[in-house]
């Protein structure tokens, strides 16, 4: 009784003193707030006709504001990384299709990371989960893992939200892109969606390839022609023939089916000896050790080294290991068969996936970092 006596006198003290103050000085001010517009605009990705649907996800629909937003968090350098010297942008690189040159990547301190960065084009049409192994189901959810990989930008995300929550911008194009109020509404999963907004705008349908085929406005050089029709694509294939046959796995329109197979690159006694089990290290399938996702082929030129791990330095390299035929491991892809190419039909096909490179998607604006 006597403590709720001395409360009430303490409290109605203070009433009396806040009566004599100006009653502005009094106002709460909420430095929590956010202030300025607060309602997104949707935003329809533009795909060619020829391309299938992109996948919608209706947790995360795209808005002209997230994009923006998204687009420059993926090249803050301060933002993302933990000593401030690295972003998305420096394993994905706009001018080598969002990839790094690398056999394996290299994250802040110089650290060497497991595998080789991939493209980010098209990522709008896979239907079958993120990263060489599948092992991220959701774009979104993908962008989590570099901001804390030691690896790669090795940071912590609570500093991250607090940089967020403190920039003098970032704050009111939350508010744009999501409708909040308060900073502190500012979170980590809104974070990576609107990175993956952005993501989902890179597509890539500008290349030699494209305008020969769907849009009749280009040709094919006797070379590149004879790459397509003989050798990569499989439609004129009589069955049982070896052949190169690209397109079993990287079929047009995005040349990558996005599904798991062992192309046979590795040289290992059991399905046990994978050094990276790629989708058997995600499911822990035996029968899927071993399996990676067929990436795209889209501007494939550019994007060297090949292979989950970089193994190999150049596409004639890639020819030769396709042309050998894998390892005959019982979880080997049955259409990676062997083949003879000659010295014409292998210039061929290189030409041919020359023409698989899209120009434009390396300068375009809409994907460079925010001046
Ligand atoms: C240190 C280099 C590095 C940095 C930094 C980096 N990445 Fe990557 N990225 C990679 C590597 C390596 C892979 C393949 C990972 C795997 O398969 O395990 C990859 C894969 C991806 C994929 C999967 C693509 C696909 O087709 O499945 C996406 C998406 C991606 N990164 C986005 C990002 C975003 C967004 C950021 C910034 C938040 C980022 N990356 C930062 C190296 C990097
Ligand atoms: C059985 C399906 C299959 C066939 C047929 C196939 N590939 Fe692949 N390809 C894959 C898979 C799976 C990967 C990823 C393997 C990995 O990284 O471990 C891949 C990777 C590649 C890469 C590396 C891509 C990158 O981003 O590093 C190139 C280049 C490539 N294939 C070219 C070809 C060519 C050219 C042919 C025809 C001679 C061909 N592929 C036939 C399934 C296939």
């Known amino acids: ?38 309602a997104p605009t949707p935003y329809a990705l533009e795909v060619p006709a020829y391309f299938p649907a992109p996948i919608v996800d209706p947790e995360n629909p795209i808005t002209e504001e997230g994009i923006e937003l998204g687009r420059h968090i993926f090249y803050d ?10 972003s998305c942008a420096s394993c994905h690189k706009q001018e080598l299709a969002f990839t790094d040159g690398l056999n394996r990547s290299l994250g802040i301190r110089q650290l060497e990371g497991g595998r080789s960065a991939m493209s980010l084009v098209n990522l709008a049409f896979n239907p079958s989960g993120f990263n060489w192994d599948g092992s991220s189901p959701k774009l979104w959810e993908q962008a989590i893992h570099p901001v804390e990989d ?18 003098d911008d970032y704050p009111a194009r939350f508010r744009a892109a999501f409708g909040i109020d308060r900073k502190e509404e500012i979170t980590r999963e809104l974070t990576v969606k609107a990175i ?19 849009q009749n406005t280009d040709f094919f050089t006797e070379a590149e022609q004879l790459g397509a029709d003989s050798l990569f694509f499989v439609e004129n294939v009589p ?3 070896l052949h190169p046959g690209c397109g079993h796995c990287h079929n047009a329109p995005n040349f990558g089916d996005n599904k798991f197979k062992n192309n046979g690159i590795e040289d290992v006694a059991s399905l046990d000896d994978f050094v990276d089990k790629g989708l058997g290290g ?20 550019l994007t060297a080294p090949y292979m989950h791990d970089g193994r190999f330095k150049t596409l004639e390299e890639v ?11 019982e979880n080997e892809d049955p259409n990676i068969t062997g083949f003879t190419l000659t010295e014409r039909e ?9 023409t698989l490179t899209d120009e434009s998607l390396l300068t375009d604006e809409r994907f460079s970092a925010p001046r």
């Open 239 to 241: 069955p049982g023939t």
């Open 319 to 329: 020819l030769d290991h396709y042309a050998s035929g894998g390892h005959n491991l």
């Open 150 to 167: 030691m690896l790669e930008l090795d940071n912590d995300w609570a500093e991250v939200l607090r940089k967020l929550r403190e920039h």
């Open 282 to 301: 995600v499911n822990g399938n035996r029968f899927d050790n071993g399996k990676f996702r067929t990436p795209t082929l889209r501007n494939i030129a």
């Open 77 to 86: 350098r301060d933002i993302l990384s933990s000593d401030g010297s690295m």
């Open 1 to 38: 009784m006597v403590r709720q006596y001395f409360i009430f006198g303490f409290l109605s003290l203070l009433a009396v003193v806040g009566c004599t103050e100006d009653p502005v000085d009094n106002a709460i001010i909420d430095d929590q707030a956010i202030t300025g517009p607060s």
């Open 346 to 354: 292998k210039e061929a096909l290189l030409a041919f996936l020359n």
């Open 196 to 214: 993956a907004q952005f993501e989902r705008t890179i597509i890539s349908a500008d290349s030699k390839f494209d305008r020969v085929v769907y």
